[in-house]
């Protein structure tokens, strides 16, 4: 059994950033992808960014340019980078590892607002 673990959700102001930690209770190095998946209130989830263990990335359109998905293979821990943000941003986000399996952490609230 794999746990994921997010943290680093909060409160932020429109173009503030934030760093979201994805820490796993296991090595990553055996995961083929890990990504950031978020859900808004009554909308679906959806992808935000995923890294392979190749380090090759692959980003939403919305957060392109703006969030940056990276891993700590070391650490077992996979960082999302988000800057420039806006209030459509708000929701929750939650980190993902497939391959073997599929696994889902529990989310943390990321709200951007003034």
């Known amino acids: 059994q794999v746990h994921l673990v997010e943290s680093g959700g909060g409160l932020v102001q429109p173009g503030g950033s934030l760093r979201l930690s994805c820490a796993a209770s296991?090595?990553?190095?055996?995961?083929?992808?890990m990504g950031w998946y978020r859900q808004a209130p009554g909308k679906q989830r959806e992808l935000v960014a995923t890294i392979t263990s190749g380090a090759f990335t692959n980003y939403a359109g919305s957060v392109k340019g703006r969030f940056t998905i990276s891993r700590d293979n070391a650490q077992n821990t996979v960082y999302l980078q988000m800057n420039s943000l806006k209030p459509e941003d708000t929701a929750v986000y939650y980190c993902?590892?497939?391959?073997?399996?599929?696994?889902w952490g529990q989310g943390t609230q990321v709200t951007v607002s003034s």
């Open positions: 993902n590892a497939v391959n073997p399996g599929n696994y």
């Open positions: 296991g090595s990553i190095f055996r995961f083929d992808a």
